[in-house]
């Protein structure tokens, strides 16, 4: 059941609809790797993942005169009062004033945790349509290659295996995922990332230590 607020539901705004998607995976000018993969330390590919969440900010912020202000307000807001993606925008603009990193990123720093886990609120408590599967897919990798430090490396790295391909609307089913973890567990994240796309990574052969 929605939140509510005086007796009305709240809207639940759908996020990352603004921007226009890449209809298929591309090599970023930049990094050279699929678009979205190099995310967040390749310029371009950040700045084309970011676009999704930008979009809303502006949007929101338009005639703002403190956005940091604004950022926090969108954070002291009953859940789902704002599109997803001003949460995780906010979220940005805003230290952590325990561990002075960006907010929900600092590795064992318990305050971050509590504001990362807090933002999840809005994906299990939207009412349908406010968000696609793909939507939450792509929250998930960009929290977590944002916040690396704090994720298995295999976590990361499936993420960002993943994220071109969420990128341009794709989504993996549990079996798909399952075997592409299987894949990373066993180091063949070369093998994985030359796949184009989720069914190709998951049907690559088993190794033959694997299959014995």
């Not at 059941?1 to 005086?6: C, D, F, G, I």
């Not at 999704?52 to 859940?79: C, F, I, M, S, Y």
């Not at 793909?134 to 944002?146: G, M, Y």
């Not at 994240?189 to 049907?203: H, Q, S």
């Amino acid at each position: 059941m929605s939140t509510k607020v005086s007796g009305m539901p709240l809207p639940y705004p759908p996020g990352a609809r603004l921007q226009a998607r890449p209809e298929s995976v591309e090599p970023c000018p930049t990094c050279a790797d699929p678009l979205g993969r190099g995310y967040p330390t390749c310029l371009t590919c950040a700045d084309r993942v970011d676009a999704l969440w930008k979009a809303d900010w502006d949007a929101l912020a338009a005639g703002a005169e403190d956005e940091r202000e604004l950022a926090a307000t969108v954070l002291a807001a009953p859940v789902g009062s704002h599109p997803w993606t001003c949460v995780d925008w906010a979220m940005r603009l805003l230290s952590c004033p325990v561990c002075r990193g960006e907010l929900g990123t600092g590795p064992a720093c318990l305050h971050c945790a509590k504001a990362d886990q807090a933002r999840w609120a809005w994906d299990h408590a939207a009412p349908a349509g406010a968000m696609t599967a793909n939507e939450h897919a792509i929250r998930l990798a960009v929290a977590a290659l944002r916040g690396a430090g704090e994720r298995r490396d295999t976590v990361v790295a499936f993420w960002r295996l993943s994220l071109p391909h969420l990128l341009v609307g794709a989504v993996p089913s549990q079996a798909q995922v399952g075997r592409i973890r299987v894949h990373l567990i066993a180091g063949r994240f070369d093998d994985l990332a030359e796949a184009p796309g989720f069914a190709a990574m998951a049907a690559l052969a088993d190794l033959p230590w694997r299959s014995a």
